[in-house]
């Protein structure tokens, strides 16, 4: 039996939980809280190679692709944006490249996030879902290369 949760069941799921928060505050809190959960990021992925660009706070993704899935580790040093990676990896992580790479991610406008955030953390936020899929991108080209060989 596939117990595959897909990037649209991951996706309700936090449309769910994020109408469950009836003001601003407590999504960010919800947000903030993601953050707190994230594993703790290498320090040898705190490099400028990992670093994401666009965005004003200091952010790191790191991916690798194990058994035809793409994994990402994240942080940042401002709390709402560290809650973004978290979000971001919550949607993506364990997922098929091919489905990352195609995924609109409109839960991010349904939430609201979109209109809720500043420019500069919007700017960050398709700065690093950019580099998310790019990442993805690289990951499937390389499985698809080993399968000619």
């Not at 960010?28 to 190679?49: H, M, N, R, S, V």
């Not at 997922?95 to 420019?119: D, R, W, Y």
Request: glycine letters at 6%; proline letters at 3%.
């Amino acid at each position: 039996m596939n117990n595959h949760r897909t990037i649209k069941n991951i996706e309700q799921e936090l449309i769910d939980d994020f109408s469950l928060f009836e003001t601003w505050e407590e999504k960010y809190e919800y947000l903030i809280d993601l953050g707190k959960k994230l594993a703790p990021l290498d320090p040898a992925f705190k490099t400028e190679e990992y670093k994401i660009k666009g965005c004003q706070s200091s952010v790191w993704i790191h991916s690798f692709a194990k058994d035809g899935f793409v994994y990402f580790e994240g942080d940042s040093d401002a709390i709402i944006v560290r809650g973004l990676v978290g979000l971001m990896i919550t949607v993506m992580n364990g997922q098929p490249a091919k489905e990352i790479v195609e995924a609109p991610l409109e839960f991010i406008n349904t939430i609201g996030l979109s209109s809720h955030l500043a420019q500069t953390r919007s700017n960050g936020l398709r700065a690093m879902i950019k580099q998310m899929k790019m990442d993805a991108g690289a990951w499937q080209v390389n499985a698809e290369n080993k399968t000619v060989e």
